[in-house]
């Protein structure tokens, strides 16, 4: 699986079922999972490393949210402890639905992050920077331009930093960065002068190149009262089609406006994702895999995916149909992997 | 005048929007259900803010941003971003951070829309650089770009008083600066906040007050960043203070280097 649209679609597949579920069990899986598929994307960067932290972040985030919510949350039937009440906010009994609510809460935490994480170590930088859309050429260029001097400002970073030491800066008060931050800006600005008259000079996007985007922007501020209102719509318990039509609606909108702001930018891309058989299959069984989980939210079919130990702390209900989405995460690893 | 009119509106929206949805769990009881409080609250949160990003930094685009402005921002935002990881080479206390710095100057050298910029694309490149792109990414951005639009808002309020080149004018920024580090970490607590928050009617009440909602966030503020923030506080006020006069000369010099004009007739 190599190219960025498989992986795009394996993000929002894996997403939809993070924020569908809180049953304990499936996140388990979910998180075995992308940390078995982290391991393998990892390989060429340390797995043992990458292994090792994202367990220590796990483990931090579980316990913390688990703490957290119990210092706060005073309901349950189960008193592990009591503070006197007369204690500001923590004050009251301390009890293990809580401290099991503020666990799952932690596992949501984890997963999202390690979904990320996956996420970017899948995608080389400039696979994520092609996935702008066209209609922020300028922007992405931008992107590009510090993403090339990037390496360049480190170097110079290190060279000034050593030519400092060496003449007796000891580098360690916030004071000692001035010498460091002043010949590293104007270098860097000598560089982006020289940048932006080699652009000139070459007939790079002058700004009356620009077409009249008036269209776009209002197109724009549509989207985003739409995504608005079908939330807050939602919040007052407005039945559910009208939300589900205003983001739909926002998302048509979206699409057709950057199309055309698209389309009205000159843009030649040197480098294509090259399809190969196996993302084309990946593709169409994470799509698949995404339209059964959608079909499962919207028919309300049991699944199991819903957990709360309030009032009464039970074990969580496992379905066959909600442990097989709980596998979308996994899916990549069905596939040969190729750094 | 009509890009002004343009930007005015836009940022208006963004900030009114941006706003209402960190602030819901505060404002809308109907948000502290438990529904919305725990894993799908900070997604759609980030869906909201990242199409406001999107349109701020569309209508900044639109405004007319040439190949000047990209280099001279595409290079100082790799420049920022490289600062993050001098935080390593100089070790301090946790939550200093000169990022900030930049783009507090450069928004008040360059203006609003250079300072949105700035923010918000040093977030964003830095996100790519250190594989941090998440769900938390736009929240940072939009946060990013607001002290830097806000620092151009300080430069055009302070404009024509007998503060400018004065010291007056640094401690200012410096006040700025240490507002900022705690404001900054104060609204990205409001995104993730509602994640490790307890189901309704606990942690977030359903039918509390705003007053003693607010005081429940703020007993997890102080549990959980309030250190953190004001050491980042302390050190934007530390190193505005020691560096921004320098720094400001140079803007003020490139500034007057970059502003060389394309005649279009003689190119076509």
Known sequence: MTVSATWVAWLVASLILLLSTRNPIYLFVIIILLFILGARQARRKGRHGWVHQNLRFTGTMLILSALINTLFTHTGQTELFVLPDEWLLIGGPFTLESLLYGAVNGLVISALYLLFDVFNLSLSIKQITRLIPHAFRPLTVMTTVSLTFFPAIQERTRHIREAQMIRGNPMEKISDWLPILAPLLVGSLEDALLLSESMTARGFHARNDQPDNRLVLVGLILVVFAAFSGWLLRLFAYPTWISILLYSLGAVVLVVVLATAGKAQHVTSLHQDDWRRQDELAFTLLMAAGLGLIVTLVTKLDAGFSYTPFPRLDLPEVTLIGLCLSLIPGIPLLFKHHD | ?268
């Not at chain 2, 151009?152 to 200012?172: M, N, T």
Request: a positive charge; one cysteine or more; proline letters at 4%.
């Open chain 2, 1 to 268: 005048m009509r890009f002004k009119f343009q930007g005015l509106i836009v940022n208006i929206i963004v900030f009114t929007l941006g706003i209402l949805s960190l602030l819901a769990p505060f404002m809308l009881p109907q948000a502290r259900n438990s529904d919305f409080s725990n894993a799908s609250f900070p997604i759609i949160v980030s869906l909201i803010i990242i199409l406001c990003v999107l349109l701020t930094l569309f209508e900044i685009q639109s405004a007319g941003l040439d190949n000047k402005m990209v280099a001279f921002l595409g290079v100082l935002i790799a420049l920022n971003a490289g600062l993050r990881f001098l935080e390593n080479a100089i070790p301090g206390p946790a939550g200093l951070s000169p990022t900030f710095f930049l783009i507090i100057i450069v928004g008040y050298s360059f203006g609003g829309r250079m300072g949105f910029l700035m923010g918000a694309m040093t977030m964003f490149v830095s996100g790519l650089i250190t594989g941090g792109v998440g769900p938390w990414l736009p929240g940072q951005m939009i946060t990013a770009g607001w002290v830097g639009q806000s620092a151009g808002l300080l430069h055009a309020s302070l404009k024509g008083s007998r503060w400018q080149g004065k010291p007056a004018e640094i401690v200012v920024l410096a006040i700025f600066g240490g507002f900022w580090g705690l404001l900054y970490g104060a609204i990205m607590n409001l995104w993730f906040w509602p994640f490790l928050a307890g189901a309704s009617g606990q942690t977030w009440l359903q039918n509390a007050s705003l007053a003693e909602n607010i005081g429940r966030y703020s007993a997890y503020y102080v549990a959980t960043s309030l250190i953190w923030d004001v050491t980042r506080a302390v050190g934007n006020i530390l190193i505005i203070s020691l560096m921004s006069r320098a720094v400001l000369k140079i803007f003020t010099r490139f500034d007057r280097r970059f502003s060389f004009q394309v005649n279009q007739e003689q190119t076509q």
